[in-house]
């Protein structure tokens, strides 16, 4: 009897650790189900025109946002980071989830370009001659940070916030909601404020043309799907 159940934890063993692998190591090729958009595409933005300003609870206190346009975007997670309580922003906007889409979709390009944050900035890095490499069979047309988003994410509920807190590195993901602007009084007294960009270019806000093209997006999320599930 001892045999047998030493076999059986030994099983039971073999299979978390295939699990772990699978998690966090393994490279997700998932094709997304259900999802209207075409893999990897350039993000789909439609301006609004009856663009309403609407109230939405945070954790510390209520969000006046307006929705400037809806927004589409499918791609794979390059970075995930969850905001400290007592940084900026960080009741507003808890997730910032940069996000490479185009060729960011295939293995190699997602080995040789790293992404690292600076606060609430995210940045591509890479080898002088990997880079070049790169570019002889990727990003022909357009350089890789034209490719590579930074986004800022408010869950509409907390089942999107979910979604969005089991995202890993190399997932694919497909984003769904509105890029905004808002007005946040917090319970300390303090006021913030913020717009999202909404050109590959922008350098309007101040937040996208001294780090690259295109590189922040405030979205409010109303789906997320990866292979861990469809939340919305």
Not at 48 to 62: A, E, I, M, R
Not at 81 to 95: C, D, E, F, G, I
Not at 141 to 152: A, G, L, Q
């Amino acid at each position: 009897m001892f045999e047998e159940d030493k076999y059986i934890y030994i099983l039971i063993f073999a299979v978390i650790i295939f699990l772990i692998f699978k998690h966090f190591v393994l490279f997700d090729n998932t094709k997304l189900k259900n999802v209207p958009f075409e893999p990897f595409a350039e993000p789909e933005q439609i301006e609004l025109t009856d663009n309403k300003p609407f109230y939405h609870k945070v954790t510390d206190g209520t969000a006046k946002i307006t929705p400037i346009a809806s927004y589409k975007l499918y791609g794979r997670v390059m970075s995930h980071h969850y905001r400290p309580y007592k940084l900026y922003y960080a009741s507003m906007y808890p997730y910032d989830i940069s996000i490479g889409f185009g060729d960011f979709q295939y293995k190699e390009v997602y080995s040789k370009i790293k992404v690292k944050m600076a606060g609430t900035i995210a940045y591509t890095s890479c080898n002088g001659a990997n880079y070049k490499k790169l570019c002889e069979k990727y990003f022909k047309d357009k350089p890789s940070s034209h490719y590579f988003t930074n986004n800022h994410l408010c869950p509409a509920n907390n089942r999107v916030k979910r979604g969005i807190s089991k995202l890993r590195k190399k997932d694919i993901v497909y984003i769904e909601g509105y890029l905004i602007k808002f007005e946040l009084l917090r319970k300390n007294g303090n006021f913030e404020k913020g717009v999202s960009s909404t050109s590959r270019n922008d350098e309007e806000t101040g937040m996208r043309g001294d780090n690259g093209d295109g590189s922040c997006e405030q979205i409010y999320v109303t789906r997320v799907v990866s292979r861990h599930g469809d939340f919305h």
